[in-house]
C-alpha cells in the first residue's frame, strides 16, 4: 500500500488519442503524439510538420512562434526591443537592431531565476515564517501579561473592599480595552505577513513552473519582484500598560488606582538584505586543530552511558542504563541528581537556555526545576527520543508511531506544539521508522541535523523543514558502515556526529561536506555529544561510561 503522503508518477498520454503514452513530438505544432496518431497529425499537407522523438524534444528548446509569422519560431532576441524574433522579422521590423541567439537570453534569463527562486526558497521566505511564528509567540504569551496586570487591580481593588467595587471593574475594562487593541494590532501584523507569505509561495511556484517548462515566451517575459519581498512587514512593538496604584483616601476613590500608562504600539521597518559572499562565507574562525586533544576524563558510575548535555564549562548532565540522571564535575564528583518513577529510564536529557534540565522518556517530556520533575508534554500515539533545547528555547523532540512505521521531529515552543517535520518535498518519510535513535540539534544557522542510525545518514532540513541534504559518511570509505549516534553543533555552525562502530567523529561543515575525523583520543564506542561556549567537544562512550573533553578547534 502506499503511503497516504505518495502518489504515483502521472504517465504522459498522447495529445490526440488521449490514452496511448506519448512516443514522438511535433516541433512545429508543439504537440505530443503516440506512434499511431503520427500519421492522421501528418495527414494536415496544410503545414510543414517536423516530428521528432519525444527523448529528443526534452532537450530542445520550446521555441516561441513567432506573433506575426505563424510559420516561423522565434530563434533569435532583439535587444533594443526586448523581445524574441524570427528571421523574417530580422530584415523588416527589426533592421539593424542589435540581434542575438536567444539560447543567449535563456541561459541569462534562466540563471536569474534559479537565483531568485533560490533567495525566496532559503532566504526570503524562512524570515517571514519567523516573523509569522514570532508574533503568534507574542500573542500566545499576552494573555499572561495582561493576567498579571488584571490580578494587580485586583488586589488592590480587595483593600478598598466593596466601596470601590465600580472603580475596580472600570479599570478592568479599560485593561481589557487595550488588551483588545493589542491583540488587534498583532493580528493585523499577522494578516500582512500571512498575505505576503500567499504572494511568495504563487510566485515560487510560477517561477518553478517557468523553469521547469523552459518557455521561450514566459521566460524573457519574466520581471524580478524579489526586491519588493525584501522590503520585510513592518515589526509592531507595543510597550505593555502597568498599574501604579496611590495610597487609599476615601475622599478620593477613583484617583486611588493611579493611572495605567498608555498602550504604546509602534512599528519597526524591516529590509532583508542580502549578504555579500565575502560576508556569508567569513564568520570568525577557529581553525580545527591536525590533532585534537584529550583534556578531561570523567567516570559516571553507569553500566552504560547515553547521553551528555553542558550546563557550564565544568559541569555536564548525563544519563545512562538507569533512572538517575547526574550532575558531575570534571573530577567526576557528583554535585547533584535527579531520579526518575522506578522502571521508567530516561531516554535522553538537554539542558534549556535558562540552565533547566529537560529528559525524555517513555512517553512524556519533562522539565527538572529545582529537583522537581514537570511533565511538558503526555504524547498520545507517539513516542518520544531524543531532545534539543534551541536558541530560541524551544524544544525539538524526535519520535516514532506507537506501530513503529512512522518517524517525525515535532517543535515545541512551552507546552506548544508549533511545526512537524516528517516528509519531504516528493511525500517521502525524511527519516527512517521505527524507535532506532535519532539524535538532533540545531546549528546556528537554525538548520535542523538529525542522526538517523537505521538509515546510516545525518539529515538536515531547514529551518522550514525542507530538506538540504544527507550525509552518509565519506565516500572514500566504501568497505566501513556508518553508525551514527549522537549529534552537536558548534559556534562555526560544524556539524558533529558519533561514528558509534567504527570510533570517531564525523566533522562536516553547514553544507555537509566532510571536514575531518575526531579519532585519536583512544575513543570507545561514541555515544552521545555536545559541545559547551567554548566549543570543547564532549563525547560519552556507551560500553566504558566515561565522558571525554576533547579540544578540536584553536
Avoid at 532583508?272 to 558510575?301: C, F, W
Amino acid at each position: 500500500m502506499l503511503h497516504p503522503r505518495r502518489s504515483a508518477q502521472a504517465v504522459l498520454l498522447c495529445d490526440l488519442c488521449e490514452t496511448v503514452p506519448l512516443q514522438r513530438h511535433c516541433e512545429l505544432c508543439n504537440i505530443n503524439l503516440c506512434k499511431t496518431c503520427v500519421g492522421e497529425h501528418l495527414s494536415d499537407s496544410s503545414k510543414k510538420h517536423n516530428v521528432v522523438s519525444f527523448s529528443y524534444k526534452k532537450s530542445t528548446p520550446n521555441y516561441t512562434k513567432c506573433k506575426k509569422h505563424a510559420d516561423k519560431h522565434c530563434e533569435l532576441y532583439c535587444k533594443k526591443c526586448d523581445i524574441p524574433v524570427c528571421c523574417t522579422c530580422i530584415s523588416k521590423q527589426h533592421k539593424g537592431h542589435n540581434l542575438c541567439d536567444i539560447l543567449e537570453i535563456l541561459s541569462s534569463k534562466t540563471e536569474t531565476l534559479q537565483k531568485d527562486l533560490e533567495e525566496l526558497e532559503i532566504r526570503i521566505y524562512p524570515r517571514y515564517e519567523k516573523m509569522a511564528f514570532d508574533v503568534q509567540t507574542e500573542k500566545a504569551e499576552l494573555q499572561a501579561s495582561y493576567g498579571k496586570l488584571t490580578t494587580a487591580v485586583d488586589q488592590h481593588g480587595d483593600v478598598l473592599h466593596r466601596a470601590i467595587t465600580a472603580i475596580v471593574n472600570q479599570r478592568k475594562s479599560d485593561i481589557e480595552e487595550m488588551k483588545n487593541n493589542h491583540m488587534a494590532a498583532l493580528d493585523k501584523n499577522t494578516y500582512q505577513i500571512t498575505q505576503r507569505i500567499t504572494e511568495l509561495r504563487k510566485i515560487i511556484e510560477d517561477l518553478k513552473k517557468i523553469l521547469n517548462t523552459k518557455d521561450v515566451s514566459l521566460t524573457s517575459a519574466y520581471k524580478s519582484r524579489n526586491g519588493q519581498f525584501r522590503h520585510l512587514p513592518p515589526k509592531i512593538h507595543i510597550t505593555l500598560p502597568n498599574s501604579s496604584p496611590s495610597k487609599i483616601n476615601k475622599y478620593q476613590l477613583s484617583n486611588m488606582f493611579g493611572c495605567l500608562s498608555p498602550l504604546s504600539i509602534t512599528t519597526e521597518e524591516q529590509v532583508y538584505t542580502i549578504m555579500s559572499p565575502e560576508a556569508v562565507s567569513s564568520p570568525p574562525v577557529k581553525p580545527l586543530l591536525d590533532e585534537p586533544r584529550l583534556t578531561a576524563t570523567i567516570d559516571t558510575g553507569y553500566n552504560t552511558l547515553f547521553s551528555v548535555s553542558c550546563l557550564s564549562e565544568n559541569q555536564v548532565w548525563t544519563c545512562g542504563n538507569d533512572e538517575i540522571m547526574k550532575l558531575l564535575n570534571l573530577q567526576g564528583k557528583l554535585l547533584t541528581s535527579v531520579q526518575t518513577e522506578p522502571g521508567n529510564e530516561p531516554e535522553d536529557i538537554a539542558v534549556t537556555r535558562d540552565g533547566y534540565l529537560v529528559y525524555t522518556d517513555t512517553n512524556t517530556v519533562n522539565l527538572v526545576k529545582n529537583k522537581q520533575i514537570q511533565t511538558m508534554m503526555r504524547l498520545q500515539g507517539w513516542r518520544p527520543l531524543n531532545v534539543c533545547s534551541t536558541s530560541s528555547d524551544d524544544l525539538l523532540v524526535t519520535m516514532f508511531s506507537d506501530d513503529r512505521k512512522q518517524s517525525k521531529v515535532v517543535r515545541y515552543s512551552g507546552s506548544t506544539e508549533t511545526q512537524t517535520i516528517q516528509f519531504d518535498d516528493q511525500g517521502s518519510p525524511l527519516y527512517s521508522s521505527g524507535s532506532y535513535y535519532k539524535y538532533i540539534s540545531e546549528n546556528k544557522n537554525l538548520d535542523i541535523c538529525v542522526a538517523d542510525n537505521e538509515a546510516k545518514a545525518v539529515v538536515v532540513v531547514n529551518q522550514s523543514g525542507k530538506l538540504r541534504f544527507r550525509y552518509t559518511g565519506h565516500p572514500s570509505n566504501t568497505n566501513e558502515s556508518f553508525t551514527p549516534r549522537g549529534i552537536t553543533t558548534d559556534s562555526q555552525s560544524h556539524i558533529l556526529t558519533a561514528d558509534f562502530r567504527n570510533h570517531r567523529i564525523h566533522i562536516l561543515d553547514q553544507d555537509g561536506q566532510f571536514l575531518r575525523y575526531i579519532q585519536n583520543c583512544d575513543l570507545r564506542r561514541p555515544y552521545g555529544l555536545c559541545v559547551d561556549i567554548r566549543d570543547n567537544l564532549f563525547v560519552t562512550e556507551w560500553n566504558t561510561a566515561k565522558v571525554k573533553k576533547i579540544k578540536y578547534t584553536l
